[in-house]
């Protein structure tokens, strides 16, 4: 996953970018506030470096009058300063009388005004004395005092520049946390379905997130009283439905016998036709409507290979099946799945039904059981196209066939395999042919 695609990753990076706009906004506001500051502070220090050299400047002048001895003035100041600061005592027609011993010999200035001023990268002040007879000038470099701006604004700056990574760690950490009921209520979410509509659970989500919990929990009680009323419809109508269709095709049966010769015999084996289909799709309606009630849960397994028996048994003694259906399953040992044995029985006699009324015509239907908990049903007929495979699941969706159907059998089996987490695949050609339709059923182990 992108950071991007998440909330939390957009939140810290929007926090980022703005507290590194802010830190970058602050640290230059800073920057100048003490490069001004430092400045302040180090024009002072001048100032009072030259009023603090005037009475020494004065003192060592009258006694060079009486002494060819003079004082060595710039040592005594120097060593106050570090060595920062250069010191010139010149007359007022400009000459330099003395000066510390890393001055130049040339005058700093071209002309000598009290107060502040800037020549040659040094900032330099001025100081007169005795009605401007004598001149103190003290300088310092820039270079000196950029320097001790950029230590003291590395001071501030190295912990802002570590501690970013740091704060975008921790706004991670604690978005991550704060964020955490949204994936709970997402998940809760998403483990709502049609078998699935327990409300969920407010108490312990914040309260925005506890509004939009609500607001699912009443979409999905109206959700289930629709649901509860479809099933209810279906398996009604389809119980209803059993005796009105076997007394219709009682009495279609007795208008066959008594029918005096064929012709009269046509009309009524069509209408018989018409209510066994009718029959028929009561009775699918009947099992979606006890798949969709949940009745694949099983309290014991089921023995495939006995339960397949029973059903491959039943539909041999149908005349239009008998003999196309073939079984093979372990011999020596018990293969059991964790599905109900109705349950079990009805997604067989589906995969059955479907594999005989729409494989080829005689062709043989193979019911194999193996040992994992795999079973498969496989027919011969033509290939059914891949990207039709997938619709055949869906109810009332029927492939490529001329044979009747209600489209409902492999839309029960599936419903019935969801309940108990079962996996059927479809394969065409099927396995190990060039032709064919092959149901695969896998079961969880037991």
Request: aromatic share 4%.
């Amino acid at each position: 996953m992108r950071l991007f695609d998440s909330l939390v990753g957009r939140l810290v990076a929007s926090l980022i970018l703005v507290t590194v706009a802010f830190g970058l906004i602050a640290a230059a506001t800073g920057s100048f506030t003490l490069h001004r500051e430092i400045n302040e502070a180090m024009d002072s220090a001048m100032q009072e470096a030259a009023r603090r050299l005037l009475p020494l400047v004065i003192d060592d002048l009258f006694e060079r009058e009486t002494s060819q001895s003079p004082r060595r003035l710039a040592e005594a100041v120097s060593e106050d300063d570090g060595g920062r600061l250069i010191f010139q005592v010149r007359n007022g027609d400009g000459r330099v009388l003395m000066h510390s011993y890393n001055a130049p010999a040339e005058p700093l200035t071209a002309k000598l005004v009290q107060g502040f001023s800037e020549e040659a990268g040094r900032r330099i002040y001025t100081e007169p004395a005795i009605s401007g007879s004598v001149f103190v000038q003290v300088a310092e470099l820039d270079a000196r005092r950029n320097e001790e701006t950029f230590e003291a604004a590395t001071g501030f700056l190295v912990p802002i520049s570590v501690l970013m990574p740091l704060s975008a760690i921790v706004a991670w950490l604690i978005l991550a946390r704060s964020l955490r009921p949204i994936a709970t209520l997402r998940s809760e979410i998403s483990a709502r379905h049609g078998d699935n509509l327990a409300p969920i659970r407010t108490e312990e989500l914040p309260s925005e997130l506890a509004a939009i919990a609500k607001s699912v929990n009443s979409l999905m009680r109206r959700l289930h009283l629709a649901l509860d009323a479809e099933k209810e419809f279906t398996a009604n109508a389809a119980h209803e439905l059993r005796t009105p269709i076997a007394g219709a095709l009682a009495q279609t049966e007795r208008m066959i016998a008594e029918a005096a010769d064929e012709a009269g015999k046509k009309r009524p084996r069509q209408i018989k036709a018409a209510l066994s289909d009718l029959a028929s799709l009561s009775e699918k309606l009947m099992q979606l409507a006890r798949a969709d009630a949940g009745m694949a849960a099983a309290g014991k397994p089921a023995d495939l290979a006995a339960v397949a028996a029973l059903v491959v048994a039943d539909f041999e003694q149908h005349g239009e099946s008998r003999g196309r259906l073939r079984l093979e399953a372990p011999a020596k040992s018990t293969v059991q799945a964790a599905i109900d044995t109705d349950a079990l029985a009805i997604v067989l006699r589906n995969l059955i039904e479907n594999a005989l009324r729409h494989g080829a015509e005689s062709g043989q239907v193979v019911v194999r059981i193996s040992d994992d908990a795999r079973l498969s049903v496989v027919n011969e007929g033509p290939v059914i196209p891949a990207h039709s495979l997938n619709g055949l699941v869906k109810r009332f969706e029927r492939g490529p066939t001329r044979a009747d159907g209600s489209g409902l059998g492999l839309a029960i089996v599936t419903r019935i395999l969801q309940q108990t987490g079962a996996k059927l695949v479809l394969n065409s050609p099927a396995s190990g042919r060039q032709d064919g339709f092959e149901a695969v059923v896998q079961f969880p182990p037991t």
